[in-house]
């Protein structure tokens, strides 16, 4: 019953890169293709923001990997941890698993945050890239209002309610969008004490320009539009400290501030998962700044041809020396191309080079607008606004995966559209405030938007 | 601004009880009301065992108690832990925060399962009271049939595959039909080295039946749905031990059995909420074997009209000595008596005593079928199968808060009705499974049930 002579494809990761190359190679009778991934479902990344902010659940955007491939019979998923590869009996290592032997490899284990080397940053400012980040995102997010409802010190109080973001690419940008919806809109009338509109927001990018990979002009119209939210954007302005009470930023001038707050979230940087980074080394390969493996024209590792590298994991070659850029398409492009060169090698075909076709970028800002840059529409294809808003929408509900969760997350997001409501933004977890910091100054006087009803409510 | 003038309820507690103490306050010009919540949000219960079996999300079946009370002016929402009852002072002590003064309190904290002195299984053997418990038992059943799929040893691989229910109620009931259905139709294809629907699935009830709240005959139906679905229920057995390996379990005739298993979920016994049991102690109040408080025909403690005690934390009393069942309906009609008290007696007018009017019970045991006992419906009240699942549905769709909430779990409903599927089955938190148990016992030859294939995948 053991098939020797069927090549055996491993795949190390179950996202967008790993999930299409399984996809991929799913009808194709001379391959058996095992999936490996520390967790048991598909993540779609570009909503996960919306999680974090309370208009979507985790299971929204989510779909087990089981279920998407349980029709692929020569298809086994794994949930495991790659850990090693062994380049010479071609194995990959897992942490708790024997080892499994491929033919192939693809390793497609993507990329997070980086801290630039400040690791002890990371549990003061949580970057997003799991279900669980996010939920403790929203959980940080909601508990920041909690506490500045009962704080009675208005500095305390102010610093509750300030939240920088540090990162003004697409995931910093359409998280603080989202923070200024939830203040401006969403909380309005859920406290008694403190006017949740009156939240500073501050979104802060080391680089002249928010949104950096598009053009000039769409940072800029992003920039605005963040604005009229409410949300402030601090350009050239490169973080230097964070502890759980402040940020330190400094300016390209050299001069420092101090931004007091109790909530700092992190998507700047790029750092290539750790296994990645092994392959990497293993092979002897070349990586760039962040850890990305340098591949080939056909995405393999150079010299071992049976290694791909596909998605963020990987700088994969595109146009005028540049990379393909980090986002989902990268990802589904790579992954694809990947599948389709070992069935081709096994077939005796040809292997065409790999080319990344540029769909396009749209980020969401807030509440009816956005920002998008798609080359292939011509000057269609830089809108801003409501047209911006209306694109990202159709186009994240054509690739979420799972029929079910199409239906819901149009029907959350249409109520949502409708109530300016964000029904799940549920605190869960360790579910307490941190204890009142006593005494407060009795010196100071009540704030002035404070009411009395609120107020004597908490304390007599 | 200070209004002292108003009459100040607090609510503790932001279940059925508190929310609808709340809601039915909520128009009074002359009470304030402050509802004290650890949580931020109010959960619907009866749903939660959807959750830790993947068919619902946690957002789907909660509402943040702030929006749901927005609209009412006179209504504090506050996150915070009632630890004590101050009875001389009239305050609410928080765990975290300044004490809360009160003219009326209405303890509305529920109860949990109870171990019968037992604390220590409480980590081996899981209760399903809240979204933690829910994402928890849903992470343990998923990572269990992980377990068993690349185990190659057949016993243990039956060990994780066995599941063992305590407790025939209907949260016992509805959590081994789903568990059926989870084994029989959702996995059936997931796999490559089991066969989900050999998974063992054992409902442990220590009374003669299942259901014991239902007349006998609704019982036996339930009995049979249940073995209908591959459930084997063992009544008259008592849970004597659990671990991490095993149950064992006592029969009333005294012969004791020993079921291995990894995954024990417990769904017996009642005890009260700890600030229930504390505000008892403090007021000299009666308590029942549970903890619960025996209130008078108001529902206040006697001796204490200005503290009131409803739903799960109280004996309430009912009909022909017994008291009214802990279902969500107590908690509902208990809290709007409680407000509707505060009311007349604040304008002067009669209280007459609390009458509960029961509207039913409806269980559901997998997909399309189910039990009722709803007396005011005659003979009709008395339905199996099908019906019953209608019913079921129809009254939780109108009781479920949230207009969004219920289209996304209509919509669920509906999908996995056609396909069969569990779309939120996602591992969260810990994702990995317990290391391997090495070595496997060499001599024991790979079970018949097990393929080549996914065998030849997971180790060589």
């Not at 279920?67 to 071609?90: F, H, K």
């Not at 973001?165 to 008694?192: H, K, M, Q, W, Y």
Request: glycine share 12%; proline share 7%; hydrophobic share 40%.
């Amino acid at each position: 019953m053991v098939e020797t002579s069927r090549h055996r494809v491993v795949i190390v990761g179950g996202g967008f890169g790993g999930l299409y190359a399984a996809r991929r190679l799913g009808s194709a009778p001379d391959v058996r293709v095992t999936l490996v991934d520390r967790r048991n479902f598909h993540l779609f990344q570009p909503l996960l923001y919306q999680v974090a902010t309370g208009a979507l659940s985790p299971g929204d955007i989510a779909q087990p990997l089981r279920s998407i491939l349980r029709r692929q019979r020569n298809t086994t998923v794994l949930l495991g941890e790659a850990v090693g590869l062994d380049a010479e009996r071609r194995e990959v290592l897992l942490s708790d698993h024997g080892p499994l032997p491929y033919d192939t490899v693809i390793v497609a284990t993507g990329a997070r945050f980086s801290y630039f080397g400040h690791e002890g940053w990371a549990s003061v400012a949580p970057g997003l890239k799991s279900v669980d980040d996010a939920t403790e995102i929203r959980r940080r997010i909601l508990i920041a209002f909690e506490a500045a409802e009962r704080e009675r010190d208005p500095a305390r109080r102010r610093e509750w309610m300030t939240f920088v973001l540090v990162g003004g690419g697409p995931t910093g940008v359409e998280l603080s969008g989202a923070l200024g919806e939830i203040a401006n809109d969403t909380l309005r009338n859920d406290f008694r004490s403190i006017r949740s509109p009156d939240a500073q927001i501050v979104l802060v990018e080391a680089l002249d320009r928010i949104l950096p990979s598009y053009p000039a002009d769409r940072s800029a119209s992003a920039q605005r539009q963040l604005e009229r939210l409410g949300v402030q954007v601090r350009t050239g302005a490169r973080v230097v400290h964070v502890d759980d009470r402040c940020v330190r930023v400094q300016t390209t001038e050299g001069a420092e501030e101090v931004i007091p707050t109790r909530t700092v979230l992190w998507a700047a940087g790029v750092l290539a998962s750790s296994f990645a980074r092994h392959v990497a080394e293993r092979l002897g390969a070349e990586t760039d700044r962040a850890g990305r493996v340098m591949v080939g024209p056909d995405l393999s590792v150079p010299g071992h041809p049976e290694v791909f590298v596909v998605g963020d994991a990987a700088v994969m070659p595109w146009r005028h020396g540049r990379s393909v850029p980090g986002v989902a398409q990268g990802g589904i492009q790579g992954g694809s191309y990947a599948a389709r060169t070992v069935l081709r090698r096994l077939h005796g075909d040809p292997v065409p080079p790999f080319r990344y076709r540029d769909k396009g970028d749209v980020a969401v800002i807030g509440r009816l607008s956005g920002v998008t840059n798609i080359g292939w529409l011509g000057p269609f294809g830089r809108q801003g606004g409501f047209t911006a808003w209306l694109l990202w929408l159709g186009i994240h509900i054509v690739y979420l995966i799972g029929f079910a969760n199409r239906i819901v997350v149009v029907t959350r997001w249409g109520w949502s559209f409708l109530t300016k409501g964000r029904s799940t933004r549920l605190i869960t977890g360790h579910p307490l405030l941190p204890p009142i910091e006593d005494p407060a100054p009795p010196a100071t006087a009540p704030p002035a938007d404070q009411e009395a009803m609120g107020q004597d409510a908490i304390s007599r």
